[in-house]
């Protein structure tokens, strides 16, 4: 199962380093980034993981919870997690799904049915599509999808700006253009009617292009 934007993430139990969990009632009203690993005691997980932990204070004043996933059992995370700390500088303080028995890798579609139901004897290799990104919102709805190669390790600052873009254009009619950083100007969508986008934005807007109606971010 291929799992797409807008769709509902799947609901699933799992024991995690902080207890089972049913992810759906774990996320309650908060956002989410779902970030999934093919194998404990790898090099590029390591520093992801540390680098997501260190960045713990950002997704919290954003309100989003970060969990992680990884096809191994939970004792195993535990022992990594010492790694992670003494390399990077920084202990996970968010949970580690134990996915031993690949339920959770399956059920979001980053390992084939038939890839068996054990992480026993596995290899990296044999999990390398287990390495996505999933941005869950409040109504846990799939609004981000993003995989990675093994070789190349994920960039958390993108996260974040894009976490920032989901949160604002959830409250108000508006895209944001590329590179877009937080406080720089966006644009209306077009399904807003001009007297729609006058009442909205009092201010007026800068139009390049009659489709194009350029704003500064709104700040509520």
Request: glycine share 6%; with cysteine; hydrophobic share 40%.
């Amino acid at each position: 199962m291929t799992l797409q934007i807008n769709q509902m993430a799947p609901d699933f139990e799992a024991e995690t380093t902080m207890g089972r969990i049913r992810f759906h009632e774990w996320i309650g009203d908060a956002w989410c980034v779902l970030f999934s690993h093919p194998k404990d005691f790898t090099p590029v997980c390591t520093t992801e993981l540390g680098a997501m932990a260190g960045l713990g204070a950002e997704f919290d004043k954003r309100n989003c919870k970060v969990i992680g996933l990884s096809v191994d059992p939970v004792t195993s995370h535990e022992r990594w997690s010492k790694d992670i700390e003494e390399v990077m500088g920084f202990m996970p303080r968010y949970p580690m799904i134990g996915d031993s028995d690949l339920a959770v890798a399956k059920l979001y579609g980053m390992l084939p049915a038939n890839a068996g139901t054990t992480s026993e004897g596995r290899t990296p290799a044999d999990n390398a599509t287990v390495r996505t990104v999933f941005v869950i919102g409040p109504d846990k709805m799939i609004k981000l999808v993003l995989a990675y190669p093994m070789s190349t390790g994920r960039n958390f600052d993108e996260i974040l700006r894009v976490l920032d873009s989901l949160q604002l254009t959830a409250r108000h009619k508006v895209a944001t253009p590329v590179n877009w950083k937080q406080g720089e100007d966006v644009i209306i969508v077009p399904a807003v009617s001009d007297e729609e986008a006058r009442q909205r934005f009092p201010e007026g807007w800068r139009a390049p292009k009659p489709y194009m109606r350029i704003v500064k971010q709104p700040t509520t």
